[in-house]
């Protein structure tokens, strides 16, 4: 299977040396935007929860460290809200600087910001306005894409160090991963619906879990999907993506979370947008952790 018809379709957050950049070509970037569709395609449950979340949370700024394409910076960006927008794509930030290109006469739009910016870099990257960010957000089990390169977690540690660094005292971070916990112990992903967007494309899952040490290290995750040729040019009928990620668990990655808040925060954790009760009968898809800086 060849470079070309596998894709990674989610930045790293960070560039990962000896990889090959496999959307460099840009076609990856045009069959994500079409998989996860535009913003009108953001399910309405989470569009009506991360507004009411922020509003609750008398946000302003935010500041999204996974932006990709821009679907969420973009829904945001309309809802009113003053966005900053990074990724370290910049085939993915091609997107997000033509949307707000073609919508610069909107004052929300020609007012938002958008860079390309990396994880373990990011307070350099960025310039913090003040004592930082209302919301930080890292959606759409993002952060999972960053891998354990080094086998201590060191990198992992630092970047959600830097993410927490944006939050100013009293704000938020919104931040989430696949349920892992689940996927390791079933060996594949809790049925349901994606809760973030509703793509009408025909797709089939395949999910293997690498294990080293006798440690989960990385699961993988084989989209194969199909492609209506009159969407897209140069791009197979049928797409085959394959989504590495690092299985954070529910219990480790709070105490992840707790350390680059240095203890200094309120956690929250939703299942699937609704509070998560430890042992309920569902299992959901996604864990969705809020945390709110105390100093």
């Known amino acids: 299977m060849s470079v070309d018809s596998v894709f990674r379709t989610r930045s790293l957050g960070v560039a990962a040396v000896g990889l090959p950049d496999q959307y460099a070509d840009g076609k990856a970037a045009k069959v994500w935007q079409l998989y996860i569709g ?15 979340l922020m509003k609750e949370h008398g946000v302003r700024t935010i500041l999204d460290v996974a932006c990709g394409t821009g679907v969420d910076s973009i829904m945001l960006v309309e809802e009113g809200f003053k966005m900053m927008s990074v990724d370290a794509s910049d085939k993915m930030l091609k997107y997000a600087l033509k949307a707000r290109w073609e919508r ?7 007012q938002w910001v958008i860079e390309e910016a990396n994880w373990l870099t990011l307070p350099e990257d960025v310039e913090k306005p003040g004592d930082g960010f209302d919301a930080v957000i ?13 086998g201590d977690q060191s990198d992992q540690k630092l970047a959600l160090q830097n993410i927490a660094s944006m939050v100013r005292p009293g704000g938020i971070l919104i931040i989430d991963h696949r349920n892992y916990d689940y996927i390791l112990e079933t060996g594949r992903a809790p049925q349901g619906k994606n809760i973030y967007y509703k793509s009408d494309l ?25 492609i209506p040729q009159a969407n897209i040019r140069d791009v197979p009928e049928v797409s085959k ?17 707790n350390e680059a808040f240095d203890g200094k925060m309120e ?21 969705i952790h809020v945390c709110k800086k105390t100093a």
């Open 38 to 52: 535009d913003t009108q395609s953001r399910t309405q449950e989470y569009k009506s929860w991360v507004v009411s």
């Open 202 to 226: 025909t797709q089939d899952i395949t999910t293997s879990v690498l294990w080293v040490n006798n440690k989960p290290h990385m699961i993988t995750l084989d989209y194969t999907i199909q």
């Open 267 to 287: 956690h929250n954790v939703y299942g699937d947008f609704k509070t998560y009760v430890p042992g309920q009968s569902h299992a959901p898809c996604y864990f």
């Open 104 to 110: 610069r006469k909107e004052q929300a739009f020609d």
């Open 138 to 150: 890292c959606l759409g089990n993002s952060f999972a894409h960053l891998p354990d390169f080094k």
């Open 241 to 257: 993506f394959r989504l590495s990620y690092y299985p954070h668990q529910l219990e480790s990655f709070k105490a992840l979370l």
